[in-house]
């Protein structure tokens, strides 16, 4: 059989290869294009404008509850760090699918602050987890203070345990709850305003403290792993060498989240609804171009492409006679045989008998494949001259459509076999 490939329709798809169903970035930002900063504020008596002071340089996040007499002549205060990764509004393609991610901070080994309380041999409280919420509105990391602090959302909001030591403790996160606040940020790129790390405690003599992007020593700024799946609809087409005009359409995106949709338009408006698996095989009865679609569904995206494929349709034992207008799939291949071929019931829900007339006698062949060509019957039979009859069983095969393929007296032919 020639296949002839006539054109390309692109409706909606993302550049990609086919051999890459998950991608991968790390974002570990430094001083430049890094974005966090600590905000604070007083809750005792002589203490400095806290609340409307920018620290947008500090080399550690400090999530903190303490007194500050010596040095800022305060009683006591609170400190709240902000944290975005910028770079994954053009990192990661907006309408991607976030199937991981994983955030790492990294403790510092020295501070001009006490460090971590949350250490077994800490005279102060060792209850100093932290949450760490998603940011909704707009900040800059040179001007925000307490008193312009963006907003959060408890939607998605993890929780870190306690530290175990008083430095260099570091915090990784790649849960589910984590992966959904990347993946609103992934989505909704102008929403990109990163995370708020705090003290679930913020009682005093309770401190948790990491590395910032603008720390000395880069290998501890902070990161964050995206694995993602970008939505490509682009599919591979492959014929059987089991017998003609059975195609097999197979897309890259193989992922519990996507979900496939496959249609096939043809001559004489045939039309037809494939399966909803990665991959599909179908049978081209009639000579012509038939339009296949593949439409990709991701969470909160969708894209799709069609490609157009000229064909000689089945070769052996096949009437050229079109159908008429609006005839249903499951009649196509019983009207265009002839030789007085007929598979009844089909649909079945345990065996067809496969009924036909030779005028000699002779041996005939019977392959069953089902729809990614992995042959599941195959029989040899005697043919008598006149009325012939043979039975497919069926009964031990999975609901689903197969093909048939019948060799009478040299003569093939390719039937659709429907199992319910």
Request: with cysteine.
């Amino acid at each position: 059989m020639k296949i002839t490939f006539l054109k390309v329709l692109l409706l909606s798809c993302s550049i990609g290869t086919l051999n890459a169903q998950i991608n991968s970035i790390t974002l570990k930002p430094g001083p430049n294009p890094g974005q966090d900063a600590n905000i604070a504020r007083n809750t005792g008596a002589n203490c400095s404008d806290w609340v409307n002071s920018n620290d947008g340089n500090s080399p550690e996040l400090a999530s903190s509850a303490w007194t500050y007499r010596s040095n800022h002549f305060c009683d006591t205060g609170i400190i709240r760090s902000l944290i975005r990764f910028a770079q994954l509004n053009t990192a990661v393609p907006s309408g991607s699918f976030v199937t991981n991610a994983r955030l790492r901070l990294f403790g510092t080994d020295t501070s001009g602050n006490y460090g971590n309380t949350g250490h077994p041999n800490s005279p102060y409280a060792t209850d100093n987890q932290i949450t760490i919420s998603r940011i909704t509105s707009d900040w800059n990391e040179n001007t925000v203070t307490w008193n312009s602090a963006p907003t959060t959302t408890a939607v998605n909001r993890i929780t870190s345990p306690a530290s175990t030591t008083r430095w260099n403790w570091n915090y990784e996160n790649g849960s589910a709850d984590l992966r959904a606040m990347v993946q609103h940020m992934v989505s909704n790129p102008s929403e990109n305003f990163g995370f708020m790390l705090q003290l679930e405690n913020e009682t005093i003599y309770r401190a948790m403290l990491f590395a910032s992007s603008d720390h000395t020593n880069r290998r501890l700024w902070p990161e964050l792993e995206v694995e993602y799946i970008r939505c490509y609809p682009h599919f591979t087409i492959g014929t059987s060498s089991l017998s003609n005009g059975i195609y097999s359409f197979t897309s890259p995106i193989n992922h519990p989240s996507a979900t496939h949709n496959w249609t096939v338009f043809g001559p004489n408006n045939y039309y037809d609804e494939l399966d909803t698996l990665p991959s599909v095989s179908t049978v081209f009865n009639q000579p012509g171009t038939y339009r296949i679609c593949h439409n990709l569904y991701l969470p909160d995206t969708k894209c799709a492409t069609c490609i157009d494929i000229c064909t000689n349709g089945l070769v052996g034992g096949q009437s050229s006679n079109p159908l008429p207008p609006g005839t249903p799939d499951s009649y196509i291949n019983e009207s265009s045989k002839g030789d007085d071929l007929n598979v009844a019931p089909n649909p079945t829900e345990d065996n067809w008998t496969v009924s036909f007339s030779s005028r000699d006698a002779g041996t005939g062949t019977a392959i069953v494949a089902d729809m990614l060509n992995r042959k599941v019957t195959d029989m040899t039979f005697e043919i008598a001259p006149g009325k012939n009859e043979l039975r497919i069983e069926g009964v031990n095969l999975a609901p689903g459509q197969y093909i048939l393929t019948l060799s009478i007296n040299g003569k093939q032919s390719n039937t659709k076999l429907v199992k319910y």
